[in-house]
């Protein structure tokens, strides 16, 4: 009676059906399945024509028909081919060993080291953190760059934006903060970029001693569009796990418009009308729900800093992507392509650029020199085409007389070489000593 209960449960345990969708269309990215009632986020297996498989996931339904999209390029698909959902698995495991590693936007090894490990389970999505119990903003967040560190000062906890057109070193500027920043752990997200680029940030941004203390999340330009927000969302939420370890951590993103043009990407497909400059709507809901899972968490002990590089097509800072970063970032480092072409670098725009957090954790004397540093600059900038023309005629504003003969100082120090470091310390030093 014993045997014959016990092999009734065994049998019992058995599947005796499987649930499983059809594909009926594919229009570019997005495929269609009918036959099997699937949930927003799930991930599914589809079928090829050789017997292999597509991992996918479900972006939306409209009635019985569900709407899935591949992470990787689908070839070999066919009308009627099986949707499964995928089989459960245990979720990334994350620990120490990850530092050192370049992961793509699953969390897959692709470095050639070998698998991952770890002790601590980790979501694919970003944590909330309630808005009364993230700790605020302490400390400066020493980056090694002198016009950022004396003028724009940042602060543990700070999310920023980097904004420029492309070609004007958004990326080597990123080398260098990622070289110089001191933090226990840097997190970056090369996400849209060329493959040449990832190699080339790696290789020599980076170097060994860099990539020991980093992790790297990689979704290059020829990644599928989801690959590419997964990927963004991932290295969101491996730097929000150490934050939460008790460690100090660098979060750098490149850049943040390829992840709003891949969540275009999405929605049109889907169907979303476009709105401002072909962009849908929701795309300018979803980027504040990503910066917002950024910044310092609920613990004492730890800190998530994060930078972002945003692209401003035809160097336009009204971009909408741009404007809309400017406005939920904490501040914004504009670069500019006239100091470039004058071979000024880093091409930092002190005029138009703002830490929003730099009065939290600086003293009021630097404060006061940095303010007087910038009218002059300012000054400087407004007679700066009549010098050679020998049309500025010096003695009529004392004002603008100081700031003609400071410009050469001012310039020296705002100039930085690419392996050039400039600890917080020797900037407050050589800023002091400039206006004295």
């Given at each position: ?9 065994e049998f019992a345990d058995i599947p005796v059906a499987t649930l499983t969708g059809r594909l009926v269309g594919a229009s570019g990215l997005l ?406």
């Amino acid at each position: 009676m014993i045997a014959a209960a016990l092999r009734q449960l065994e049998f019992a345990d058995i599947p005796v059906a499987t649930l499983t969708g059809r594909l009926v269309g594919a229009s570019g990215l997005l495929l269609e399945s009918t036959g099997c009632a699937f949930q927003t986020g799930q991930c599914c297996r589809i079928e090829t024509a050789s017997g292999e498989w597509i991992a996918a996931q479900v972006v939306g339904f409209r009635n019985d028909v569900s709407y899935l999209m591949p992470f990787k390029r689908p070839e070999g698909l066919a009308t009627g081919a099986r949707v499964l959902p995928a089989a459960e698995q245990g979720g990334l495991m994350i620990g120490p060993s990850w530092l050192g590693r370049i992961v793509n936007g699953l969390g897959e090894p692709v470095d050639g080291r070998g698998r991952l490990g770890g002790e601590h389970p980790l979501t694919a999505q970003p944590p909330h953190v309630h808005p009364l119990r993230r700790k605020p903003v302490e400390g400066v967040l020493d980056v090694g760059v002198r016009s950022i560190n004396g003028l724009l000062t940042l602060g543990r906890g700070q999310r920023v934006g980097l904004m420029a057109g492309s070609g004007v070193g958004k990326s080597v500027l990123l080398g260098l903060i990622t070289r110089q920043t001191v933090a226990d752990v840097v997190v970056v997200g090369l996400i849209g970029e060329r493959g040449r680029e990832v190699r080339e940030f790696i290789d020599m941004s980076l170097g060994p001693a860099g990539l020991a203390r980093a992790v790297v999340v990689i979704a290059p330009a020829d990644e599928s569009p989801l690959m590419r927000l997964r990927a963004t969302e991932l290295c969101h939420a491996i730097a929000a796990h150490y934050r939460d370890q008790g460690q100090n951590v660098l979060l750098l993103v490149d850049s943040l418009t390829r992840y709003a043009m891949a969540r275009r990407e999405v929605a049109l497909a889907l169907g979303e009308p476009p709105a401002t400059r072909g962009y849908p709507p929701s795309v300018f809901g979803l980027l504040p729900q990503l910066v917002e899972s950024a910044g310092n968490g609920e613990h004492a002990e730890g800190s998530m800093s994060a930078i972002y590089t945003v692209l401003a097509e035809g160097d336009d800072q009204q971009d909408p992507v741009v404007d809309t970063a400017r406005a939920i970032l904490d501040g914004h480092i504009v670069l500019s392509r006239e100091l470039a072409d004058r071979g000024h670098y880093p091409a930092i725009d002190i005029a138009q650029s703002i830490s929003r957090c730099m009065a939290q954790v600086t003293s009021h004397a630097q404060q006061a020199a940095a303010r007087e540093i910038k009218a002059l600059y300012s000054r400087y900038a407004r007679v700066r085409d009549l010098l050679p023309l020998g049309a500025y005629v010096a003695g009529a504003d004392p004002a603008t007389d100081r700031a003609v003969a400071l410009y050469p100082q001012i310039e020296a120090f705002l100039h930085q070489g690419t392996r050039e470091a400039a600890p917080f310390g020797d900037t407050l030093a050589r800023l002091e000593s400039l206006l004295a």
